[in-house]
């Protein structure tokens, strides 16, 4: 719909010319910078040797990477720029475009140039890339227009890096305003970006909706990524080229306010990676101690743990002694056979408990917003552990992929088909059982798999699809009798690394997202010595106390009946 | 007493007003001559002791061991920037802490000024001030002792050697190359000539800028992922690879290998590292898997135009010796 504006344009002209009149001092209209002409030269230079890579010699977004690249690079020929703070349809002012090469597109393969290039570099390189645009025209006074939007400012004077503050009720109410306006239809019902499968952009290439409980991935987020503007920006302004329309008539600015209160307050709180703009993984999954029975329910209030960072929220009491979600940061297999550049999948969350009756389980979640519905390719996820953990010497461990020659790796697949399910299904409350396989293989490398001979010791024991989440628990004894099987001893750290296959994507074998070597320990029980000791330790203190006050009364009883003189200084 | 009270209040209520109200200002992006955190900290002491000295407060003793004893926390902690590990930071606070004993005990009067108002409380003068000390301190011990012996698990620290010994020789693609004696075939000129001109531009006019546009279009189909657009090791999956990727940009990489090393490192990845560089967590392809030989010169060359490096060499004769 938007690049149909071109020939509609006078028509817009006219109808923002007569909005403007009616919302006299909500927004400023103008015209847009206009090319300068003496940076050109320089910005060229700039563009031939950092930019042309992606975007291609005539900035139509084709440079060589393209074709591997998912989001595909922007092509600069229609004029079309995601990130403004322009009304729909509109150029972008110098500034976004600045702002966007300092910052980088997180959750893309954009980097932040702001560190890179210098200042003048990098006005230059904006200056060069608007004489790339072809279909409009920069320094058109007549035809093309800018209104620059308004978005009021931050209500609750939150701050950066978490913004956290934000009352409630502002969250509450922005979740009706999502609600009424039908965010849900793209977004899904709890914001993972799972509602429509179908959407395409202006050139026809497949797009998916933002995941807001990833905001890490905004494009627009600056590089703060919790920010309520960013949102606020994206709700006024729409982006361009993309289905995502503005809201600046059906959502006043006050409501907009709530609105990202509401998008952001779904983000989970993690410390995020300045360099890389993604959260800092939890590179130790620590297993929690279970006294008794472990439910074999992922709804069971024993699974429930928020994904924020407890140093950074609190956790709430009765969650206290849950086990935390680590984050798992996962890459498209790039490295052997059929290489899969572009990944569905970049995280999972694992949490675990164990003792030592019911053997261990680990919980994995990951968003995916489509399942697939072929079952040549289903969707699976997979642990993968040294098989020979006992032979491993320091920090050696097998090769990460599926292991070597020498050191063998025991992998517990889930493969997994969700039951009624079709993509464009509505989003659905309750969420969608799966039909679960297991299977256990060693591997010895990608191309040596052996699939297990003994008996079957790995479970899944719940699992569920959900707006856009998969969670599957797995469940295993500690040891088991196969000579090829992890045997799992506690309070070590043992090597832990994680598969993940979208069939949505026609991912199989080495073709699929994957982990580096985490680590995994099953926490030992809390010591008995720590009840006892605390008291102990103040009882053997206070009696120190009554010691030292009976010293002190001594030696003044000494000086007040003279049997010890006191030196004679002033005081 | 009164006083030294008084003279409290004023020290905690201009720390706060200084740490909250003019610490910002005194910390901007750009520190000046007068801007800056150390300015900020001497005028703080200044205040301290003005006020104490020109409002003859004469605080007691212990009161101005306080002082003195903080201001040092303060600095290390707050002030000195960057802030030093903790292990230091520990060790610079005992001397400062020996050093306060020093100033306390400086002549027997203020060692007795200090002491006085510990024992007034020990021996129950200060009435309050004794249920509150000896109240509060065994919960205290054993809040501490709880601390110390609930478990804690940090992932374990694993070192490895960023750049192994290179073998003398290497076999790629059936080939067997001494890496003493290789040298990149496409650096068929001085790369410093090549400043100034630019891939596609003058891919056509220039045989070297033709290598090096080939040597980019592979870079960007492969390699940036991990080592980025930058070539600083920042690429899209660099956060998930543990090692990180290389950065190229800094001095300490290819600045300092030759070629021949990076032709080797190249065409057998991770995989063909030694074990004390962690063979099994590198994702660093066996490049000869996916590329040419020709290929991986190109890229080569490539990544030494981009940052602007120039590879290490081997001397025809060593300047030693005779």
Redesign the interface.
Known sequence: MINKMKTGKKLIFLLALMVSFLLVGTASAGIPDPVKQDLLEKGKKVYFKRCVWCHGVEGGGDGPSADRLFTRPRNFIPGTFKIRVTDSGQLPTDNDLIKTVKNGLPGSAMPAWGEFLKEDEIQAVVQFVKSLVQDRDFNDEEDEEVELMEFGSNPWGTTGPYHLGIPQEAIDAGKEIFTKNKCFECHGGEGRGDGNPTMKDDWGFPILAADWQQCWNFRGSRRNHFDPFNVVRTISTGLNGTPMPNFREKITVEDRWKLAAFVNSLCPRKKIDKLTSKPIPDFLISSVYTEGDIVEKIDDPMWQSSDNDPLIIARSEEKAANPRRNYIALAGQITRGKRNFDPKVDNLWVSSRWNKDKGVYYLVEYHLRFLSSDAGFPDAVAIQWPAKLQDLFGAEKPYFIMGDSKKPVDVWRASFMPKDYNSTNAPKEEGYQLDVTVDEFNGRGFDALEPKETEPTVKVVDSIFHQGRVKILFHRALTTDGEMDVQIPPEQFIPISFFQWAGDDKEKDEHMAISTWYYTILEPPLPDSLYYMPPIMAVVFVGLQGWLVWMTKRTRKMYADGKVKRDDLPF | MNKSFLSLILAVAGWAVFHFGLFPIFTPAEPGMLINRYVYFLLFCFYLIIVNVGMKLKPAMALRALYVWMLGFYFYDHILSPHVPWTLFITYMMLWTIGTFLYISQD??TF??FR?PI?KT???EYKLARIVA?SV???L???A??QS???S????V?LRTVHPAPPASTKVHGKTYMLEKISNPFRIDEQDNYK?S????DADKQEYMKFVTEG??I????C???H???L?G?????????PTPANFIDPGTIAMLQESFLFWRVSK???GLP?ES????S????WE??LTTDEIWKVILFEYW?TGWHPRTFDDESAVGE
Request: contains cysteine; negative net charge; aromatic residues 20%.
């Open positions: 027997p009067v007795r000024e006085a024992v020990i021996i129950g000896f301190l065994p919960v011990v054993g809040w002792t709880y012996i609930y478990p698990f940090a992932e374990p694993e100034d630019f891939p596609f531009l980019g279009t870079f960007f189909q492969n940036h992922y991990c980025g657009d930058q600083n920042l690429g899209m999956f660099a956060h998930a690879f543990n990845g991770g995989p074990n962690t063979p099994w967590s994702a660093m392809p066996p898997e996916h981009y």
